[in-house]
């Protein structure tokens, strides 16, 4: 009996396209190119990036860096982060970034490295309506204080790290469903699923109900390529990369 023959490109389920999604997807890098084809790029609703990402791609000169970029990411939400581990400097530090231009988000971390929290500091640069996006969150009792913190009135994303929560061989799911309860009384607020690890977590985000996810740019294409294909397309299309590779080797046995 002869075989159905798969087609000749991978077929996509519609229902696992990333355009079907709810949650916005950002993009999280600190590469120039990578930034600025995603910003070009429909599909992509926003952009994050760290001081970690920034110092990976070799970046010397952070503002120069940030204006650089915000002369082409000129309307979608972007995220530049502080970088002092003192609340006074990160309050300047805040309020000069957010100066830069009217779609930036500060990223301020919940605490700084002596584990004091950075509350405080976000109810006051809240209350000034500075647009804030509080990073590096992985418990419950951070987000309650996050939002008793906020300003209903100003937009603010809350990332909370759910990659890293699953490292530790915790399902995020839960606390991020929890995390979505516990922000119903900040409107402008939106919950942002971080630190993920493989193109499955950008679906976990929409079903549990995330406004937002933020994504590596090397998932990013992955997912973009991946998402939704055809499984036994994508078995032939693996099977072919073996062969490929075997012969640009030159294997013998």
């Given at each position: 009996?002869?075989?159905?023959?798969?087609?000749?490109?991978?077929?996509?389920?519609?229902?696992?396209?990333?355009?079907?999604?709810?949650?916005?997807?950002?993009?999280?890098?600190?590469?120039?190119?990578?930034?600025?084809?995603?910003?070009?790029?429909?599909?992509?609703?926003?952009?994050?990036?760290?001081?970690?990402?920034?110092r990976?791609?070799?970046?010397?000169?952070?503002?120069?860096f940030?204006?650089?970029?915000?002369?082409?990411?000129?309307?979608?939400?972007?995220?530049?982060?502080?970088?002092?581990?003192?609340?006074?400097?990160?309050?300047?530090?805040?309020?000069?970034?957010?100066?830069?231009?009217?779609?930036?988000?500060?990223?301020?971390?919940?605490?700084?490295?002596?584990?004091?929290s950075?509350?405080?500091?976000?109810?006051?640069?809240?209350?000034?309506?500075?647009?804030?996006?509080?990073?590096?969150?992985?418990?419950?009792e951070?987000?309650?204080?996050?939002?008793?913190?906020?300003?209903?009135?100003?937009?603010?994303?809350?990332?909370?790290?759910?990659?890293?929560?699953?490292?530790?061989?915790?399902?995020?799911?839960?606390?991020?469903?929890?995390?979505?309860?516990?922000?119903?009384?900040?409107?402008?607020?939106?919950?942002?699923?971080?630190?993920?690890?493989?193109?499955?977590?950008?679906?976990?985000?929409?079903?549990?109900?995330?406004?937002?996810?933020?994504?590596?740019?090397d998932?990013?294409?992955?997912?973009?390529?991946?998402?939704?294909?055809?499984?036994?397309?994508?078995?032939?299309?693996?099977?072919?990369?073996f062969a490929?590779?075997?012969?640009?080797?030159?294997?013998?046995?």
């Open positions: 009996m002869k075989l159905p023959q798969p087609p000749d490109s991978l077929s996509v389920d519609m229902d696992k396209t990333l355009a079907a999604l709810k949650v916005k997807i950002f993009a999280d890098g600190a590469d120039r190119a990578g930034i600025l084809s995603l910003n070009a790029n429909p599909l992509i609703r926003g952009l994050t990036t760290n001081p970690t990402l920034m990976k791609a070799g970046i010397k000169d952070y503002e120069a940030a204006k650089d970029i915000l002369g082409s990411v000129t309307s979608k939400p972007i995220s530049f982060e502080v970088f002092s581990d003192e609340f006074n400097e990160m309050r300047r530090q805040a309020l000069k970034i957010a100066s830069w231009q009217k779609n930036v988000y500060v990223k301020i971390p919940i605490t700084n490295t002596r584990a004091e950075a509350l405080p500091l976000i109810a006051e640069l809240a209350k000034e309506g500075v647009k804030l996006n509080i990073t590096a969150i992985l418990t419950l951070q987000v309650r204080g996050v939002a008793e913190s906020l300003n209903p009135a100003v937009a603010s994303v809350v990332s909370v790290f759910a990659g890293r929560i699953a490292d530790t061989g915790r399902d995020p799911m839960p606390l991020m469903r929890e995390s979505l309860a516990l922000l119903n009384g900040q409107p402008k607020a939106e919950l942002l699923w971080a630190s993920v690890r493989e193109v499955l977590n950008i679906f976990h985000a929409d079903q549990c109900g995330c406004h937002v996810v933020t994504v590596p740019h998932i990013l294409g992955k997912a973009m390529k991946l998402a939704g294909m055809d499984l036994g397309a994508l078995s032939l299309d693996t099977v072919k990369m490929q590779d075997a012969l640009a080797a030159g294997f013998t046995v």
